[in-house]
């Protein structure tokens, strides 16, 4: 049943001019952005959430922990480009773009350190303003 519906619509494929090739990269990119939704985006929701875990705790270095991590990887896939390829100028202008791109995890970890230590400190703030109130009242 299966497979002739397959068939069935290659058939249909195949008489509206597309090639078999351009059949199955169809299928393979339906395939990798399944994968992509059902495993790329649950590791990035897992990792911003151990980001905004880490940065709350009370100890700032816990928080640095991930953007330190992803400039590490970065340096190594910008080194590991330039070593592994012929000098010249291009070379050093796809270095850079590689080093860009590879350090947006790093801006947005760090954004969220940022964010929550931020937040952290005028929720602090806050609680001393409500304590010395509370000390003036006593008296």
Known sequence: MIDSIIISSYSIFAAAGVTA???NAQRSWTASAIMFILIGLPIIAGLVFLQIFLSKM?????GLVLPGCSIFLSLIAGFGFLLFTIAGARVFISAIAILVLFNIPTL???AIY????N???DLSKKNQEI???NIQDLE
Do not use: L, T
């Not at 940022?114 to 230590?117: H, K, L």
């Open 21 to 23: 090739g351009a059949f």
């Open 108 to 110: 947005i970890y760090s």
């Open 119 to 121: 937040s952290k400190k």
């Open 131 to 133: 304590q010395k109130m």
């Open 114 to 117: 940022m964010i929550v230590r």
């Open 58 to 62: 009370q100890s700032k270095w816990p």
